[in-house]
Nanobody
Framework: QEQLVESGGGLVQPGGSLRLSCATS????????MGWYRQTPGNERELVAR???????NYADSVKGRFTISRDNAKSSVYLQMNNLKPEDTAVYYC???????????WGQGTQVTVSS
């Protein structure tokens, strides 16, 4: 059974930093595009960043230059380093694993990030 567990969320002041972690199990990590998404009440879940097996990355325009996604294949984990956080970054952040062979997605339960002074 696929399992994704996020950690690292919390309350931070504007301009601060957080590092989110996503530990996976039950998937072939190297076959998956890994991504971070976020969602606020009443809105659709949106892509924040993703990294493919070859190391290529994509970022939402709103986070470019501030967030960095990375993956550790040895640990089957993915991370999101968030710097210079803004109040509009407040959301529940979800880890996603997309199996490119089977076109199947797995999701974590989410971790709350709140940016407020």
């Amino acid at each position: 059974q696929e399992q994704l567990v996020e950690s690292g969320g919390g309350l931070v002041q504007p301009g601060g930093s957080l590092r989110l972690s996503c530990a996976t199990s039950g998937i072939i990590f190297a076959y998956n595009i890994m991504g971070w998404y976020r969602q606020t009440p009443g809105n659709e879940r949106e892509l924040v960043a993703r990294v493919n097996a070859g190391g290529g990355t994509n970022y939402a325009d709103s986070v470019k230059g501030r967030f960095t996604i990375s993956r550790d294949n040895a640990k089957s984990s993915v991370y999101l380093q968030m710097n210079n956080l803004k109040p509009e970054d407040t959301a529940v952040y979800y880890c996603n694993a997309h199996d490119v062979r089977n076109r199947l997605d797995s999701w974590g339960q989410g971790t709350q990030v709140t940016v407020s002074s």
